[in-house]
């Protein structure tokens, strides 16, 4: 039972960065390797306010989500769109780059010490047996919440379905009438708030580290190729397959083998079903 407990807190910690990465790669097509850099601006972002400052958890969290909305925007704008129209692997190394110039920046600032959110000590809770903390039950419905929420956005809202149209055939949504710039940014931006909420969800979990950047990365990554690259539900579900299988790793050989976990991934999926899970094979625009 402890074991599903991990599980759902791997899964919910990387789930809002895998539908974020998905959201990018379905809007531009492109592998954007930039994610960990983004969700540890959210992380430190968080902590700035929170244990620096000495607001609220949640105004925290609230403001690292607008900070990473922010900084994405900002490098999209700059870096990414004037980029767009020399391919997919162009924008694969770049935001490679990106990554290990947002690490460094945070270094600078922050240096290479480990930190954790200012929180009321608290013991943990025991339910059927598992024993579970309050910034795990914490971090799991935040992260189910925010999952819900983004489906129902995608799917229920006007301004969702026009990101999907847009993400389908952008030519034709323009056609349309559709405002095709605007609800590109509107997806940029909605996904560096997931990536900023990641970010926040790390540091609750565990702690917040300067080498956050590939470390989550790698994971978040592979939960979008398990569950489909252009399917944000099953950016979800990959989300968990991780968990587990990261959990297992710890269980039965050594928890150091975690952070191969992705990698092995990775290549099994793209050997066995490259499309994923959900997903659909999907032709450049």
């Known amino acids: 039972m402890q074991l599903i407990v991990n599980t759902l807190a791997s899964a919910a910690v990387i789930a809002p960065a895998a539908i ?10 492109y592998a ?24 609220p958890i949640w105004v925290g969290g609230l403001g690292a989500m607008v900070v990473s909305a922010l ?20 924008l694969l190394l770049v935001s490679i780059a990106l990554s290990f110039v947002i690490e460094n920046i ?28 309050r910034e795990t039950m ?12 983004v489906g129902a956005v995608l799917t229920l809202t006007p301004i969702g379905r026009a990101l999907r149209a847009v993400a389908d055939n952008a030519s034709l949504a323009n056609v ?12 940029v931006a909605l996904a ?14 565990l702690t917040i580290d300067p080498n956050l950047n590939w470390a989550v990365a790698i994971p978040v990554i592979a939960a979008a190729i ?17 968990g587990l299988a990261e959990e297992l790793t710890g269980v039965f050989l050594n928890p150091t083998y975690k952070g191969a976990v992705g990698f092995a991934v990775i290549a099994l999926v793209l050997i066995v079903r490259p499309q994923g899970l959900l997903g659909d094979k999907v032709d450049r625009k």
Request: glycine share 18%; proline share 4%.
């Open 20 to 29: 974020a990465f998905t959201l990018v790669f379905t809007l531009f097509r």
């Open 32 to 55: 954007n390797f930039a994610a960990g850099g983004f969700v540890t601006i959210g992380a430190f972002t968080a902590w700035t306010l929170n244990a620096l400052i000495g607001l």
């Open 71 to 90: 900084a994405f925007a900002l490098a999209d704008s700059l870096i990414f769109r004037p980029l767009r129209g020399r391919g997919g692997g162009t």
């Open 106 to 133: 945070i270094r600078f600032f922050y240096g290479g010490q480990i930190r954790g959110f200012d929180l009321p000590l608290t013991g943990p809770l025991v339910i059927a047996g598992m024993r579970i903390t």
């Open 138 to 149: 914490a971090v799991i419905t935040v992260s189910v919440l925010a999952t819900l929420l």
């Open 176 to 187: 349309r009438g559709i405002p095709v710039p605007r609800i590109e940014m509107f997806g």
């Open 192 to 205: 560096g708030a997931l990536f900023g909420l990641s970010g926040v969800l790390v540091g609750l979990d």
């Open 226 to 242: 398990v569950g489909g690259l252009g399917s944000p539900l099953g950016a979800a579900i990959g989300a968990v397959c991780i």
